[in-house]
């Protein structure tokens, strides 16, 4: 065979495997975005969170895609869940043993293991993992994540539902102090901070570390 035949031929072979890496992903993202869930789901998250309604359960289901979508769109890079709420249904899913592994099977090729709802802190490999779920987040609702003028569901479930020991974020504290109290006397943080470099590996205007664009799998919970 002609070295230029091998040219075409290798070409051909790399055209071919980036089809089906992105056809991959997007029925992954379809899968994820239209899955039904467990029956019986939502009475047990509201046994831990009495006062949701239906519709309520229903916002939290659509903020807990979101973050499947995160975890998805960011390759198996870490993944942190920031949604106190959404933590307890994706806790409850993980509970519906083989509907959930069938539901990562299909999203992520992998199973997708819990770990739970964090916020900003010392911790560098949290905090890389919270700024790619801002990003993906702000992404699937047409928000800037560098300058925020509202919230991604994501992070804005927790406050809109009054969620006991949920987080509450701003989009941005400019002229608030770090100390105000949010409902129920939780901290409020602040989207901006996301944006803010700390050598974590996901800042410096999510360039590096957290705009992955993966579709391999999903980084979060780790392994």
Known sequence: MSPLLIVFAMAGLVLVIALWVRLTALRREAWIRQAELPKGLFERLRKRHPHLTLKDCQLVAQGLRQFFLACLKSGRRFVAMPSQVADDLWHEFILCTRSYDAFCRKAFGRFLHHTPAVVLGDDKVKNAGLRRCW??????????????????????????????????????????????????GSTAYCGSDFSRGDGDGATDGFDDGASDGGSDGGGCGGD
């Open 135 to 184: 990003l993906h987040a702000c992404r699937e609702e047409n928000i800037d994540p560098r300058a925020p003028t509202r919230l991604p569901l994501l992070f804005a479930l927790d406050a809109k539902l009054q969620v006991d020991g949920g987080f509450r974020y701003l989009p941005d504290c400019d002229g608030v102090r770090r100390d105000t109290r949010g409902d129920g």
